[in-house]
């Protein structure tokens, strides 16, 4: 299997993440406890992960300008992705998820903007590949497709786990191009980043093009990037 380049050369966004626990099944940090419990509901994946310890935490703080956090937030969902591509076809590797946890304060973190490139562009590089990014924002309540409200997440994350490619293309109704490369999802274990730049401003830059037109917003940090 090729190997994508997840450390590449050094960043200088680096530090603008302060990781507070890496990946476990118990993070002390922060309470997800009753959430999971909640959640089981809405998910048939999730208890049979829990109980087998397939479901891990890695937690970060954000300690940086608004375009390194994302930076960060990107390579850290780069190194989640490519530790669950080789892991996806052992045993249980379907019930895999890795969440990525960003804590911070104040109005200047703005964490439901910073999560929003990074898991546009993180959805667009691995979908193809089988992997699928989901993501969560602390305090905010989300429907089901049929209308149920989904329990409010605790903290703000964004899960990586193997697609179900069955399901999970439904999710995907606003880009359909995406729904299709993910319903054929066939990951033979190639760079990623073979044919695009590993800078992430040119990714962001990159991941603009796959953007549906949008109406005007306040700013263009606040548009809405993820369908």
Known sequence: MTV????????????????????????QSIDITGY?????????????????????????????????????????????????????HRPHGLLRCENIVILGEGPCTRLHDLLAWPHW??????GPV???FGKFYAGEEENTRVGERIPAAPVSFLPVRAAVRRRDPKFLHATPD????LAVADDDGHDVFEHIPYD??????????????VKPSASSRTMSVSP
């Not at 208890?47 to 940086?64: E, F």
């Open 121 to 126: 562009a993180l959805k667009r590089l691995y």
């Open 36 to 88: 999971l419990r909640q959640m089981t509901d809405y998910c048939p994946y999730l208890s049979p992960s829990v109980k087998q310890g397939l479901t891990t935490w890695t937690v970060y703080y954000a300690d940086g300008s608004a375009d390194a956090v994302e930076a960060e937030m990107f390579h850290a969902g780069v190194q989640a992705a490519e530790w669950l591509r080789p892991l996806i």
């Open 200 to 213: 992430w401003t040119e990714i962001r830059t990159w991941a603009k093009r796959f953007l549906l037109p």
């Open 130 to 132: 089988g992997i699928m």
């Open 4 to 27: 994508t380049r997840i450390d590449g050369a050094s960043r200088s966004t680096a530090g603008a993440l302060r990781l507070v626990e890496g990946s476990t099944t118990k993070p």
């Open 178 to 181: 995406l729904a299709a490369a």
